[in-house]
């Protein structure tokens, strides 16, 4: 019996509201799961649609 430790990657997505601003996190372990394909409510005010990836926001103009 393996009494070690195992490791698995989450990755763990925000999804802002385009309507509320309000955001919510998706966690997930597939790391090609495509989350632009699918349509998503938002938990607050409800607002319904799809999603845009947006690049990293590490501002590097500093
Ligand atoms: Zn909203």
Redesign the pocket.
């Known amino acids: 019996m393996n009494k070690g430790f195992t490791l698995s990657r989450e990755i763990i997505w925000h999804i802002t ?1 385009g ?2 601003g ?1 955001y919510w996190t998706y966690p997930t372990m597939q790391s090609d799961e495509k989350l632009t394909d699918r349509k998503w409510y ?1 938990p ?2 409800g ?1 319904s649609g799809e999603a845009q990836e947006i690049s990293d926001q590490v501002n590097t103009n500093a």
Do not use: A
Request: aromatic share 12%; proline share 0%.
């Open positions: 509201c309507e509320c309000f938002c607050l005010c607002k």
